[in-house]
C-alpha cells in the first residue's frame, strides 16, 4: 500500500465500539422544542419574527416552517448557534447553511418535515427495525433520520473515519462541523485535480473498511460526498448509512465500491469492485 500519511494522512482510530445493534431505539418523543411550540413564548415569538425578516429566509417557507424555527430557537437557546449565514448546498430532502456557533463557524443542517416526500430515502426506510414502528409519521421518520445521522457521525469518528464532527441535533436541525478553508466549503473529489490518485484511492477504501468494522455502510459514496479539506479526505452525508445488520447493507457496500473504483479508474488507476469490496470486509490482505 501507498504511504498515506503525508497527503491525504488517515486519523488515528480511536477504536470502534463494535458492530452496532440495529435495533437501537431512536428518540422520537417530545423535547423542549415542542413544549415550547404549545407555550408560545414571548422571547421565542421574537425570535421566529427575527429570522423569517432575515433576508436570506424569506424564500425559504418549505425549510423555516414552525418546527424548525423552534428547534433553531432551542439551538440558540443552548448556545450552539449565534446566528446565520447563507445556504452551503440544498436539496430535495434537506438544506445546509453556514452559521456561527459557539466560538467557530459551524453547518446547519435542516430535514424538510412538510416537504419532503421520502422517495431517496425509502430504500434505507424499508427493513430498517427502528423506522417500522413509526409508520408513515413523516414528522417523526424525519426526526428519527435526523437523529440517526448524529448517531453515524459519532460511531464514524470513533472508528477513525474522518467525517464532520456532530455539535448538536434538535428535531429536524443538525448542528456539525463546517468542513471549509477561508470560509469557502471544501471542494468534492469531483471538483479538484487529484494529484497522487492511488495515495487518495488508498484512504478512501481504508475509510470504507474502518466504517465496515464499526457496522457501518456509507451507501451513498462518491466523488460527490467526498471532499478534500486540510490535506484530508473527509465523508459526507452519513444520513443514509446503515448498519450491516440492514437487509440491503451488502448491495449498498457494492454499490459504493462501484462508484468508487468508476471514479478513481477515470483518474487513470488501475482498480477493481470486487477486490475494493474483499478488502473492505477483511476478505482480503492488503499489499504492503
Same mark, same amino acid.
Given at each position: 500500500?501507498?504511504?498515506?500519511?503525508?497527503?491525504?494522512?488517515?486519523?488515528?482510530?480511536?477504536?470502534?465500539?463494535?458492530?452496532?445493534?440495529?435495533?437501537?431505539?431512536?428518540?422520537?418523543?417530545?423535547?423542549?422544542?415542542?413544549?415550547?411550540?404549545?407555550? $408560545?413564548?414571548? &422571547?421565542?415569538?421574537?425570535?421566529? +419574527? @427575527?429570522?423569517?425578516? %432575515?433576508?436570506?429566509? #424569506?424564500?425559504? /417557507?418549505?425549510?423555516?416552517?414552525?418546527?424548525?424555527?423552534?428547534?433553531?430557537?432551542?439551538?440558540?437557546?443552548?448556545?450552539?448557534?449565534?446566528?446565520?449565514?447563507?445556504?452551503?448546498?440544498?436539496?430535495?430532502?434537506?438544506?445546509?447553511?453556514?452559521?456561527?456557533?459557539?466560538?467557530?463557524?459551524?453547518?446547519?443542517?435542516?430535514?424538510?418535515?412538510?416537504?419532503?416526500?421520502?422517495?431517496?430515502?425509502?430504500?434505507?426506510?424499508?427493513?430498517?427495525? $427502528?423506522?417500522? &414502528?413509526?409508520?408513515?409519521?413523516? +414528522? @417523526?421518520?424525519?426526526? %428519527?433520520?435526523?437523529? #440517526?445521522?448524529? /448517531?453515524?457521525?459519532?460511531?464514524?469518528?470513533?472508528?477513525?473515519?474522518?467525517?464532520?464532527?456532530?455539535?448538536?441535533?434538535?428535531?429536524?436541525?443538525?448542528?456539525?462541523?463546517?468542513?471549509?478553508?477561508?470560509?469557502?466549503?471544501?471542494?468534492?473529489?469531483?471538483?479538484?485535480?487529484?494529484?497522487?490518485?492511488?495515495?487518495?484511492?488508498?484512504?478512501?477504501?481504508?475509510?470504507?473498511?474502518?466504517?465496515?468494522?464499526?457496522?457501518?455502510?456509507?451507501?451513498?459514496?462518491? &466523488?460527490?460526498?467526498?471532499?478534500?479539506?486540510?490535506?484530508?479526505?473527509?465523508?459526507?452525508?452519513?444520513?443514509? /448509512?446503515?448498519?450491516?445488520?440492514?437487509?440491503?447493507?451488502?448491495?449498498?457496500?457494492?454499490?459504493?465500491?462501484?462508484?468508487?473504483?468508476?471514479?478513481?479508474?477515470?483518474?487513470?488507476?488501475?482498480?477493481?469492485?470486487?477486490?475494493?469490496?474483499?478488502?473492505?470486509?477483511?476478505?482480503?490482505?492488503?499489499?504492503?
Amino acid at each position: 500500500m501507498s504511504n498515506t500519511e503525508g497527503e491525504f494522512g488517515l486519523l488515528d482510530p480511536e477504536g470502534a465500539e463494535g458492530v452496532g445493534d440495529e435495533w437501537e431505539e431512536i428518540d422520537v418523543s417530545d423535547t423542549e422544542a415542542d413544549r415550547v411550540a404549545r407555550k $408560545r413564548d414571548r &422571547e421565542f415569538n421574537q425570535f421566529r +419574527k @427575527r429570522i423569517k425578516d %432575515a433576508d436570506q429566509f #424569506k424564500v425559504e /417557507a418549505s425549510v423555516f416552517d414552525e418546527a424548525t424555527l423552534l428547534a433553531l430557537y432551542q439551538l440558540v437557546h443552548h448556545g450552539h448557534l449565534q446566528a446565520f449565514g447563507g445556504p452551503i448546498s440544498t436539496g430535495k430532502e434537506a438544506n445546509v447553511y453556514e452559521a456561527m456557533g459557539a466560538d467557530e463557524q459551524v453547518a446547519v443542517k435542516i430535514y424538510r418535515i412538510n416537504a419532503s416526500d421520502f422517495k431517496d430515502m425509502r430504500e434505507y426506510l424499508i427493513g430498517d427495525p $427502528r423506522f417500522e &414502528e413509526l409508520g408513515g409519521d413523516k +414528522k @417523526r421518520v424525519v426526526l %428519527a433520520w435526523t437523529r #440517526k445521522e448524529y /448517531a453515524n457521525l459519532e460511531r464514524a469518528r470513533k472508528a477513525g473515519v474522518r467525517v464532520p464532527k456532530p455539535i448538536a441535533v434538535e428535531r429536524n436541525v443538525l448542528v456539525m462541523e463546517y468542513i471549509a478553508t477561508d470560509g469557502e466549503r471544501a471542494k468534492r473529489l469531483n471538483e479538484v485535480e487529484i494529484e497522487n490518485p492511488e495515495t487518495a484511492y488508498n484512504v478512501v477504501r481504508e475509510y470504507m473498511r474502518r466504517l465496515d468494522e464499526a457496522g457501518l455502510v456509507h451507501g451513498d459514496l462518491s &466523488e460527490y460526498n467526498i471532499v478534500f479539506h486540510d490535506g484530508q479526505l473527509v465523508f459526507l452525508d452519513m444520513g443514509q /448509512a446503515v448498519t450491516v445488520h440492514h437487509p440491503n447493507s451488502e448491495a449498498f457496500l457494492r454499490r459504493d465500491c462501484e462508484n468508487v473504483v468508476n471514479f478513481f479508474a477515470r483518474q487513470g488507476l488501475e482498480t477493481d469492485a470486487d477486490d475494493l469490496y474483499a478488502f473492505v470486509t477483511g476478505e482480503s490482505v492488503p499489499e504492503e
